[in-house]
């Protein structure tokens, strides 16, 4: 017997045979099949029992009405609460993807000090109550000096019960200084005040106008409380309502408009005040309201008739004097016409000639306070506390200015000028705020020029913020206190903007805190009470849940079980009774202050002969742009035209391309008094000659690999423009220059 | 010369080749030996339950069958394994003597943890399944498919694929895949066993073509 090559084979013949006759082959095929579909890697969801919990989404003020699905205990989905007043059903991407914010790696995940220099990110974890004597060593400090005014606070609202406690330790520690960010809401409000001599703000019955004349507000971009906006643009269509938007981009808004009527940018305002002079020449306006109900009618007309002539309108804002006389005639036409500004999402505050002129112009059309126009609505008063318990320090305090010298006699209407914060700080030799709090804000990120914001923060000697999020502001500060995120707490919301019923959304919690935060209302509940004294004393409350429930009191059992209260008998005031206490008057040109009497347009900084172009922003639903930043699904939706890689892209029209030599794509240096940077041309019909259009919401340096450092923060270009009646923000754009690069 | 050389060859071709077959048999019953009885003993990794379970003696106690502990939520799905919350519902303290109760009880009940179960019923992620569909639906027995562990005193072994990581049971216990029982095997096939028979008398998308994605994900 010998083994030789062929035996060899037909042993393999062999096997191979009997291996083709067992399972093995086809079995381990199988096996690896399965196998390749299951990687350890693929996120596979653990089952459970699926469940709804229901809140309010407050990454917004918009107030929507949420349906978190939960898993078990896990949070999976947020979905539009149907039926519900703001936005039944419906939900913006921001919302959709807010669940990515609850995991989201930018998260803090507990109280953090600063260990190494400012801005290096070099923090320790520490506890909460080491955390809190960090901070009241460094609050007892100032009040050892009797310098308790240089704290300030700056917050992302100045509603609700959490912004009200941080005001409200402001006041017992004794500082007058407690900002927020400013948004058109604070211009609507003084509009009111002025033009109506009594303080409220404004709703708008979307639902039941016939025509509404937009000057440049993206209704469809954010504006207001944005998935309620949709509903609206929705029934518009069924209804076949009239929208009319006037803009100097062919804004998503502008794109779905009935008309879109092209315009200079900063120049709404003029157009307003023309189409205010033709209906008035034309003897269209409503003689009720105008004669019975308003005081200085005529001097207001002799302005309009003698000052805002189409020709001269037509003039400055580029629109045909016959588009402007034909729109006068269709507002003028309409049976419950409207008319609303405050640009894109409405974040600066605006020029408040141009809120006065675009008011006056539904006060002609007696639009105030009637189906289908805007009603006046009382302020929210549901935060009724006890005086603040006061000591000799915190007295003297109070007595000093507020550093933005808002309600000064420069300014006596403004509530808050947190944009004059920086020129001021910078301006001093030493800071006039030594310590400062920041909560449910992120100014170095949204004030403008903020390369002189950060420079204003490096002269602050103590920053401590609450942010959940290691977002901009996070990052420069010394102590961090990081609060629950939204579907992690309780959070009273307040009438939402241009909402037209008085009401108070409560969110709750929808999961347990994943992290080890606080919500800020405890935690500024404990350093009250910590510092001890008069400014415990001031905060009678166990906690955060403690105080939100005393505070409202008789409605909070509704808001735990509805999550919703509204004021359903609220009825706008008759027009004889709708202005002021004393006088029973509408006031076309206020006394006190007259927005009126001064120049015509806000001015965009910059010499033209430097800076040819001029510089706008555009908001989209796609980049949020304020203290809450996009997580990373929503940055995937914006498309390429937008942000391609790590690079910005401005609109420019071809005409204007052309004459820069510049074409698709290219790059190009973009440079404005603020500063230069490096961008991406995207050639577009829809913008204005001589005009560069740039998204917000990119350009961010903090957060996670998702968002930072792609694009350009606008914020960085621009400077805040003073309006001359209010103090605040005006500023519509720059001019700018922009060369190949 | 030449007539003696080629009987001789002729031999030893003859030999050669007989030779050759016992080669040729060996590796096929080595192989067949293999692939029948040593490779499944390889395939797969034998593990206990966590707790030892006895499905007649709970089956015993309780009114509804096998829905009291494998119930249908209010939404229609099926909550497959219980979770400790329902056990503790009759096990907050141990009921007798077991040393599997008063391991159970001390092991996880105490210390609020759930059992980590081994599911022999397991399916990857990537197939959807209705079991509401199938037991109030068609008005499936259970014990079609899974059996009659109803009736098992004692949890069997489990036997991991080694390579997939899911139950033999999938599969089936017979290597080569020949089954008796409905319940003998999970495999698509045998889904599309039953779903092929009642193709006639009720709807069945999933044998429709272009079917695949009502149970592929």
């Known amino acids: 017997m010998k083994i030789d090559r062929r035996s060899?084979?037909?042993?393999?013949?062999?096997?191979?045979?009997?291996?083709?006759?067992?399972?093995l082959p086809w079995k381990l095929i199988d096996d690896s099949s399965i196998w390749t579909q299951n990687w350890p890697w693929t996120p596979v969801p653990t089952d459970g029992e699926s469940n709804y919990v229901d809140s309010v989404c407050t990454l917004c003020p918009g107030g929507c009405g949420i349906s978190v699905r939960k898993i078990d205990n896990r949070v999976v989905k947020i979905e539009g609460k149907k039926d519900h007043p703001v936005?039944?059903?419906?939900?913006?991407?921001?919302?959709?993807?807010?669940?990515?914010?609850?995991?989201?790696?930018?998260?803090?995940?507990?109280?953090?000090?600063?260990?190494?220099?400012?801005?290096?990110?070099?923090?320790?974890?520490?506890?909460?109550?080491?955390?809190?004597?960090?901070?009241?060593?460094?609050?007892?400090?100032?009040?050892?000096?009797?310098?308790?005014?240089?704290?300030?606070?700056?917050?992302?609202?100045?509603?609700?019960?959490?912004s009200n406690l941080f005001k409200r330790f402001?006041?017992?520690?004794?500082?007058?200084?407690?900002?927020?960010?400013?948004?058109?809401?604070?211009?609507?409000?003084?509009?009111?005040e002025l033009m109506h001599g009594a303080k409220g703000s404004v709703g708008f019955d979307f639902e039941n106008t016939d025509f509404l004349l937009s000057f440049g507000s993206g209704i469809l971009d954010g504006w207001g409380s944005p998935a309620h906006m949709f509903k609206a643009n929705s029934g518009w269509k069924t209804n076949k309502s009239k929208m009319v938007q006037v803009e100097s981009r062919l804004s998503k808004t502008a794109a779905k408009a009935d008309k879109w009527i092209p315009i200079n940018p900063g120049t709404e305002g003029i157009l307003a005040l023309g189409l205010g002079h033709v209906i008035i020449k034309k003897s269209l306006h409503n003689k009720d309201f105008v004669n019975n109900f308003s005081s200085d009618f005529n001097q207001f007309k002799k302005d309009v008739i003698d000052r805002y002539t189409p020709d001269k309108v037509a003039d400055i804002t580029g629109v045909d004097k016959s588009v402007i006389i034909n729109l006068a005639k269709e507002f003028a036409g309409a049976s419950k016409p409207l008319a609303i500004c405050g640009r894109g999402q409405g974040d600066i505050p605006g020029s408040l000639k141009e809120f006065g002129a675009v008011h006056a112009l539904n006060a002609l059309m007696g639009s105030i306070n009637s189906k289908g126009g805007m009603f006046i609505m009382p302020e929210q008063n549901y935060i009724q506390w006890d005086e603040v318990k006061a000591d000799a320090i915190s007295s003297a305090g109070m007595k000093k200015d507020r550093v933005d010298e808002a309600g000064s006699v420069k300014f006596p209407h403004s509530k808050s000028l947190l944009n004059r914060l920086s020129g001021i700080i910078n301006s001093s030799k030493e800071s006039p705020v030594q310590?400062?709090?920041?909560?449910?804000?992120?100014?170095?990120?949204?004030?403008?020029?903020?390369g002189q914001a950060r420079k204003s923060f490096d002269k602050i000697p103590f920053i401590a913020s609450f942010s959940s999020f290691m977002d901009e502001t996070a990052h420069q500060a010394d102590l961090i206190l990081p609060n629950h995120i939204f579907l992690e707490r309780y959070e009273d919301v307040p009438t939402p903007p241009g909402f037209a019923v008085p009401s108070i959304f409560l969110a709750k919690p929808v999961i347990e805190p994943v992290f080890n935060t606080k919500h800020s209302g405890d935690a500024i509940i404990k350093i009250a009470k910590t510092l001890g004294g008069s400014i415990g004393e001031s905060f009678p409350w166990t906690c955060y849940e403690n105080c939100l429930k005393k505070t409202l009191g008789?409605?909070?059992?509704?808001?735990?079980?509805?999550?919703?209260?509204?004021?359903?008998?609220?009825?706008?005031s008759t027009w004889a009774n709708a202005f002021g206490e004393s006088s029973t008057q509408f006031y076309f040109v206020p006394k006190s202050a007259d927005p009126f009497s001064g120049p015509d347009l806000i001015n965009a900084e910059g010499d033209q002969k430097s800076y040819p172009q001029i510089l706008i922003s555009y908001d989209s639903m796609r980049l949020a742009n304020g203290f809450i930043a996009d997580p990373?699904?929503?940055?995937?939706?914006?498309?390429?035209?937008?942000?391609?890689?790590?690079?910005?892209?401005?609109?420019?029209?071809?005409?204007?391309?052309?004459?820069l030599g510049l074409h698709e794509g290219d790059y190009a240096n973009l440079s404005t008094l603020k500063a230069k940077v490096k961008v991406r041309v995207h050639i577009f019909n829809g913008i204005k000659p001589g005009v560069i259009a740039m998204p917000t919401g990119l350009g961010h340096t903090a957060y996670d690999k998702y968002l930072a450092e792609k694009g350009i923060n606008y914020n960085k270009l621009i400077g805040s423009v003073e309006d001359p009646v209010s103090g605040l923000d005006a500023a519509w754009g720059i001019r700018a220059k922009l060369a190949k690069a | 010369m030449s007539k003696i050389k080629n009987n001789k060859t002729d031999e030893n071709k003859e030999g050669a080749s007989g030779f050759i077959i016992l080669f040729f048999v060996a590796g096929l019953v080595l192989s067949l030996v293999v692939?029948?009885?040593?490779?499944?003993?390889?395939?797969?990794?034998?593990k206990e339950q966590p707790v030892n379970f006895n499905h007649a003696l709970h089956l015993e106690e309780v009114d509804d069958g096998c829905e009291s502990c494998h119930f249908f939520r209010e939404d229609g799905s099926f909550s497959g394994v219980p979770k400790l919350a329902q056990c503790v519902d009759c096990h907050e303290e141990a009921q007798g003597e077991n040393p599997d109760e008063i391991i159970f009880v001390e092991e996880y009940v105490a210390k609020d943890k759930d059992v980590p179960w081994l599911i022999y019923s397991k399916q990857p992620d990537c197939v959807f399944f209705s079991h509401a569909a199938h037991v109030k639906g068609a008005e499936m027995e259970c014990s079609t498919c899974h059996g009659h562990i109803g009736e098992s005193e004692s949890s069997k072994i489990y036997e991991e694929n080694r390579i997939t990581g899911y139950s033999r049971d999938i599969w089936g216990k017979n290597i080569g895949g020949f089954k008796k029982n409905t319940w003998d095997r999970m495999k698509m096939d045998d889904c599309a066993e039953c779903h092929k028979k009642i193709t006639d008398k009720a709807t069945s998308v999933?044998?429709?073509?272009?079917?695949?994605?009502?149970?592929?994900?």
């Open chain 1, 87 to 162: 936005n039944n059903g419906g939900i913006c991407i921001l919302g959709l993807a807010g669940l990515q914010l609850l995991y989201s790696p930018s998260r803090i995940k507990s109280p953090l000090k600063r260990t190494g220099k400012r801005g290096e990110g070099k923090w320790k974890e520490i506890s909460w109550n080491q955390a809190v004597s960090e901070i009241t060593e460094k609050l007892s400090q100032l009040r050892e000096k009797n310098i308790p005014e240089t704290l300030a606070c700056i917050s992302g609202s100045a509603q609700g019960v959490e």
């Open chain 1, 554 to 572: 008789d409605k909070w059992g509704t808001l735990l079980n509805q999550g919703v209260w509204m004021d359903k008998n609220f009825k706008p």
């Open chain 1, 632 to 659: 990373p699904f929503v940055i995937k939706t914006v498309s390429d035209t937008v942000l391609k890689g790590k690079d910005i892209f401005v609109e420019l029209n071809p005409d204007t391309a052309r004459e």
């Open chain 1, 435 to 450: 310590a400062l709090f920041v909560t449910g804000a992120n100014p170095l990120y949204t004030m403008s020029d903020t």
């Open chain 2, 206 to 217: 999933q044998t429709k073509k272009d079917a695949c994605f009502v149970c592929h994900k």
């Open chain 2, 35 to 46: 692939g029948w009885i040593v490779f499944p003993e390889l395939l797969y990794s034998q």
């Open chain 1, 170 to 192: 402001l006041e017992a520690f004794g500082s007058q200084n407690f900002m927020s960010v400013p948004s058109i809401q604070n211009s609507y409000d003084m509009t009111i």
């Open chain 1, 8 to 23: 060899f084979l037909s042993l393999v013949a062999g096997g191979a045979a009997g291996t083709a006759l067992s399972p």
